[in-house]
């Protein structure tokens, strides 16, 4: 049998974010897909599009940007040790973020990104190790 109480998770890690490693020591911080913040916007960037994803007819591309949009704003929310060609640190933000996912060279970074997010264990709450055999 297995306690709930190891498989909850945190609301705040979810909506805030973890640190993770992705590539080259760059550090992401990256909440995780489904929190409100990111249901919400998902939503409200849809409304123009209603009528075209009721009739099936919404293309995969413009899917995508409203995807990438989201995750720019509410699913990479900082990060560490990004630097540009010219050697100066960039500095987080949601609009840097969106450049990025937009970048065909950069596309690993946006999967990256997203199936992070997707990664429950990443959000669960911390468990007092003393306590698990109880």
Known sequence: MAKL???K???EREIDGVWVTYELDIELKIARIGNTAF???VRTLSEPHL???RNK???PEQLEAITKKAAAETLLV???NIE???GKKIKYSSKK???FFDDPTLSDMYKFVVVTANEAELYRQEIDEDSVGN
Request: proline fraction near 4%; avoid cysteine; charged fraction near 45%.
């Open 9 to 11: 998770t945190d609301p």
């Open 78 to 80: 900082d990060w560490k």
């Open 97 to 99: 973020a969106l450049e």
């Open 39 to 41: 249901d919400e916007l």
């Open 84 to 86: 540009g060609e010219d």
């Open 51 to 53: 009528k075209g994803i």
């Open 57 to 59: 007819r919404l293309k």
């Open 5 to 7: 109480s190891l498989v």
